[in-house]
């Protein structure tokens, strides 16, 4: 498969050699909203206040979707999908993530009140 990654806008393209891809673009309203959309083969994009890494694995898409809760304080709520669906609560905030593609296992660390803790999934 293929990750492209442009650091100065955080899009990503992702691809399997089953022909298999997602893509993430965005779109700017009000100078300063950002609106980030995943698409794939199925063609019906999945919109978000940010999308992050991003992974092709068994031709569907694994990213990370936060959204915007409280616009004076800056606050935002954390998903992890698989696909088109989110396969985690909401989370206060979420880092460190990772995927290994060769055991489909993805980490990373979630905050839910004043706790960290460290989560494992495997696909």
């Known amino acids: 498969g ?3 990654l442009n650091y100065d806008n955080q899009n990503y393209v992702v691809s ?4 298999k891809y997602a893509y993430v673009v965005y779109k700017i309203s009000d100078n300063y909203d ?3 959309a995943i698409y794939t083969q199925k063609g019906k994009p999945m919109e978000f206040d940010n999308i992050t890494d991003v992974y092709l694995y068994k031709g569907k898409p694994i990213f990370t979707s936060s959204n915007i ?3 004076v304080n800056y606050t935002y709520k954390y998903k992890l999908y698989y696909g088109d669906k989110a396969i ?3 989370y206060d905030a979420m880092s460190d993530f990772t ?3 060769k055991n489909g296992t993805a ?3 979630i905050a839910k ?3 960290v803790y460290k989560v494992e999934v495997k696909f």
């Open 2 to 4: 293929m990750i492209v």
């Open 16 to 19: 399997d050699e089953d022909g």
């Open 34 to 36: 950002y609106r980030y």
């Open 69 to 71: 809760v409280d616009k």
């Open 88 to 90: 985690s609560p909401e």
């Open 99 to 101: 995927f290994n593609e």
């Open 107 to 109: 980490t990373y660390l």
């Open 113 to 115: 009140g004043n706790s």
